[in-house]
């Protein structure tokens, strides 16, 4: 057998060898996808789907792509949580000593809705109490949870983004009112606690709570009727 053909043999077989390796961990990605899809919908009941999630096995990374998690039906069609992108690149030195370490994460949020439905419940309260009823507390950790027993050790980089917060309330007539933050690529570094995000919490609060004042400033003022400016009557002329 000439070494060419052997050549052609061995690039045939290499490149079937790598289809099946690519075609396996796509493979892989999906079933992850369909699991979380589905974990996330039985245990909170709200709509949950995924564009893209790719796991990094031999470098540690988790990259999740257009992830949106909507509301009930009785809290309305706006999505609770819009993110265009979740990347988690994981220590894996730390893992040895039990540890929960992040090289980097990338937390890019478009949308956040806060919602009051008509019998004056919020969603972000009706999604806290169906995970603790689902078991996801301090009480009740679930058998699975494969994060039990490990101690954060904390974040190299953290890259946060929100572009705005919806407020809606059900029990009136008025729309929803997009609240634009514009936070861009904000990066922390060396993050052991939520401390270092107590500012940026405090900003987004902040920059939510003026922006409503002005709008209710602005409907008031175009809701009441305008004054006409007079002027004061004008004395005999003097000589």
């Given amino acids: 057998m000439k070494l060419t053909t052997v050549a052609k043999v061995a690039a045939a077989l290499a490149a079937a060898l790598f289809a099946l390796i690519v075609a396996a961990v796509l493979s892989a990605d999906w079933v992850l996808k369909k699991a979380v899809v589905g974990a996330v919908q039985e245990q909170t009941g709200f709509p949950f789907e995924i564009g893209k999630l790719r796991l990094g096995l031999l470098n540690g990374t988790l990259h999740v792509q257009d992830l949106k998690l909507g509301n009930p039906p009785e809290f309305g ?44 419940r919020t969603n972000l ?80 609060m902040a920059k939510t709570m003026f922006q409503l004042r002005c709008g209710r400033c602005a409907l008031t003022t175009r809701g009441s009727p305008r004054l006409r400016r007079t002027r004061p009557a004008r004395g005999p002329d003097r000589p």
């Fill in 125 to 204: 309260t009706e999604i806290a109490a169906r995970l603790d009823k689902a078991g996801l507390s301090q009480s009740r950790p679930l058998p699975t949870n494969m994060l039990n027993g490990m101690t954060f050790a904390g974040i190299g980089k953290l890259q946060v983004s929100l572009g705005q917060v919806n407020l809606a309330d059900l029990r009136t007539t008025n729309p929803p009112r997009a609240i634009v933050i514009g936070l861009t690529n904000q990066v922390f570094t060396n993050v052991t606690d939520l401390t270092p995000l107590a500012p940026l919490i405090f900003k987004v």
């Fill in 77 to 120: 069609t706006l999505p609770l949580l819009s993110i265009p992108e979740i990347y988690f690149a994981y220590d894996l030195e730390a893992a040895k000593t039990n540890g929960l370490a992040f090289r980097e994460v990338r937390l890019n949020f478009d949308q956040v809705s806060m919602v009051v439905d008509a019998r004056g």
